[in-house]
């Protein structure tokens, strides 16, 4: 017999305080996430300058602090949010903040244990559907900036009625939007609504630093192994990489991956940046795998 018992259900009372808590603000950052948003599609181009701008700026809030900062960054980040916004280049500092704060907030779920970080995902969730968001409208200009043109090529994103968690999952931004600003067209999201199949954006894993891989040997990820991996991506999981993009190098190393549906979603933990591991689709990790090497050890 299936269980029908919520994840918030299984917690002791302080428990659901402190998931209720941290769910309320991961919803209410989210909720004003794409009242910005609603504000950003109404002129792409502006945008994507907008986007560009901010990114190479390089702005401090993109760094990530160490745990006994968190609160203070937070702090910070909604002090930033105060601030009315007048421009294109506001709202894409407000849309970045509010990525960031989610991003600690949900890290500092992780660091509760598995039982209130679902619970956490199962109240944002809840609280998503019955939400209405702003409709989803988009139209590609008739002159796109390059940066649109990157990422969507001929294939906008289209527009719809109400926008709510029901929204494609394409619409959602990357978790490496959400990992740090970048210049990267695949970061440059249009929405931040979970989609209806919500999954832990984060989960705990095994924190590593730069120091503990200089020493070993690099071999690129060959086409054949790429192709292998997507066959049996079981031999993944503990392998370390490295790649060069939009931040320069970084390392990465493969916690686990789960199946949801017919996807499969890869938690990745980042050199230098604490034990959070963070949800990348298929798409998503076979791109950045297919430019890494794997670290021989």
Request: proline letters at 8%; aromatic letters at 10%.
């Amino acid at each position: 017999m299936t269980s029908t018992r919520t994840y918030m259900s299984k917690l002791n009372a302080a428990e659901r305080v402190k998931a209720e808590e941290l769910g309320q603000k991961i919803f209410d950052w989210t909720r004003l996430t794409e009242e910005h948003f609603a504000v950003l599609r109404t002129d792409p181009n502006a945008y994507a300058e907008a986007w560009q701008e901010y990114a190479a700026k390089a702005p401090p809030i993109g760094s990530i602090p160490a745990r006994d900062n968190y609160q203070e960054h937070i702090k910070l980040g909604e002090q930033l949010l105060e601030k009315e916004c007048v421009t294109i280049y506001d709202h894409v500092e407000a849309v970045n903040t509010l990525a960031y704060l989610c991003r600690l907030q949900l890290t500092l779920a992780a660091d509760l244990g598995w039982k209130i970080q679902l619970a956490v995902g199962e109240y944002v969730s809840t609280k998503s559907a019955s939400h209405q968001y702003p409709p989803f409208h988009f139209q590609m200009p008739e002159n796109p900036h390059p940066l649109l043109r990157d990422i969507y090529g001929a294939n906008p994103p289209t527009s719809s009625g109400a926008n709510t968690s029901t929204s494609s999952s394409a619409n959602r931004p990357t978790p490496s939007g959400a990992r740090t600003p970048t210049s990267s067209s695949a970061t440059m999201p249009t929405s931040s609504v979970p989609p209806a199949d919500d999954y832990p954006i984060v989960l705990p894993g095994q924190p590593f630093s730069w120091s503990d891989i200089l020493d070993y040997a690099r071999k690129p990820v060959s086409p054949k192994e790429l192709s292998s991996f997507k066959r049996n991506p079981e031999p993944l999981s503990g392998h370390t990489f490295t790649s060069t993009g939009d931040m320069g190098d970084e390392a990465f190393r493969v916690s686990c991956f789960l199946t949801v549906g017919k996807e499969k979603l890869f938690y990745l933990v980042f050199a230098d940046e604490g034990k959070e591991a963070v949800a990348y689709s298929s798409s998503e990790f076979f791109t950045l795998l297919k430019s890494s090497q794997r670290i021989i050890t």
